[in-house]
Nanobody, 114 residues
Framework: QAQVWESGGGQVQAGGSLRLSCAAS????????MGWYRQAPGQQRVLIAA???????AYSPAVKGRFTISRDNSSNTLYLQMNSLKPEDTAIYFC????????WGQGTQVTVSS
């Protein structure tokens, strides 16, 4: 069964940076498009960054220009570099193979204080 494990969250002040990691199981292949999602308190989970099998990336307007998604195929790990963090980025962050029917991981909490 496909699985992911997110890590790297924490508490930072506004303007700070964090780098999230997502380790994917061997059943998730480098051809699987991957995405980072986040869920803020009381809100729905939303897709914020995507990495396609051809290396193309896409971002939601809320994070474009501040966040960078990348992938290390040798270790099957997805990353999210988050810079210029804002309090509104506070959420639980999840990763997922976007086209797979798979369970969500536990996510990693990011808290940005003003």
């Amino acid at each position: 069964q496909a699985q992911v494990w997110e890590s790297g969250g924490g508490q930072v002040q506004a303007g700070g940076s964090l780098r999230l990691s997502c380790a994917a199981s061997g059943t998730i292949f480098v051809t699987d498009p991957m995405g980072w999602y986040r869920q803020a308190p009381g809100q729905q989970r939303v897709l914020i960054a995507a990495f396609a099998s051809d290396g193309t990336t896409a971002y939601s307007p809320a994070v474009k220009g501040r966040f960078t998604i990348s992938r290390d195929n040798s270790s099957n790990t997805l990353y999210l570099q988050m810079n210029s963090l804002k309090p509104e980025d506070t959420a639980i962050y999840f990763c997922k193979a976007m086209l797979r029917a798979m369970p969500w991981g536990q996510g990693t909490q990011v808290t940005v204080s003003s």
